[in-house]
């Protein structure tokens, strides 16, 4: 069966402070990963694959075999940042699973 | 590019009614996904379509299920509403091997 795990429900961190959004997936071969994020009242988003390893709107992710991990990081949280985000696991490209998302607060 | 639409964007249904919801795809992608998204459970696969048939279909009741027109539009039916059904569905579309393009979702109520 193909899982993906976020732990937090609701995350609260200062402005300027490093943020991590934690996912962990359940998939025994090779997937490919994504975060999605939703700000208020917009539509549900693409952020980052992992496939890209590229860096959006200062947010890397990094994908951790070993650990069957897909943590969401960036250095420097800003107010914009405040929204959902859900991670994504994909098969074949084709069907995706979705995590329950996780609701992040920048505090000014 | 228009993105993706869903109509109709909001709607009131009592229990064991059916439902109908329309997608309609950015020009060009044929492939077509439903999600039902809860406060609970996130975001579920429902199911996706192709070319006008099913290619992957998600763990929800047979009373779910949808069709895809020949100019990528699809439907989504649910019958036999149940309370538990009120919930945002939405459709994503997509070029094969691409990233997904979430609409606005339609939200469900059902009283």
Redesign the interface.
């Known amino acids: 069966a193909q899982r993906v795990t976020q732990p937090e429900k609701l995350l609260s961190v200062f402005k300027g402070a490093p943020v991590e959004l934690k996912c962990n997936y359940s998939y025994s071969g090779s997937p490919e990963l ?1 975060w999605y994020v939703q700000y208020s009242r917009q ?4 952020l980052l ?1 992992h496939i890209s390893r590229e860096s959006i709107k200062g947010f890397t992710a990094d994908l951790n075999k070993g650990e069957t991990s897909f943590h969401l990081k960036k250095p420097f949280a800003q107010e914009e940042d405040s929204a959902m985000y ?1 991670c ?1 696991l994909s098969i074949s ?9 996780t609701s992040l607060t920048v505090i000014p | 590019k228009a ?1 993706v639409t869903q109509t109709p964007r909001y709607l009131i249904k009592t229990r064991g009614q059916q439902v109908t919801l329309s997608c309609s795809p950015i020009s060009g992608h044929r ?1 077509v ?1 439903w ?1 039902q998204q809860t406060p ?6 429902l199911f ?1 379509y192709f070319s006008e048939t099913q ?2 279909k ?1 763990n929800f009741p047979g009373r779910f299920s949808g069709r895809q027109f020949s100019n990528s539009r699809s439907e989504m039916n649910v019958s036999t509403l149940e309370l538990g059904d009120s919930a945002l569905y ?1 459709c ?1 579309s997509r070029r ?2 691409e ?7 339609t939200r469900l109520l059902v009283l």
């Not at chain 1, 490209?93 to 998302?101: A, C, K, R, V």
């Not at chain 2, 609970?40 to 696969?45: D, I, K, M, V």
């Open positions: 994504f539509r549900l988003q693409l694959r859900y994504a490209g084709n069907q995706f699973y979705f995590g329950t998302g | 993105g492939s996904s999600y609970g459970q996130g975001l579920q696969f996706e290619r992957n998600g939405l994503a094969v091997g990233t997904q393009y979430f609409g606005p979702g």
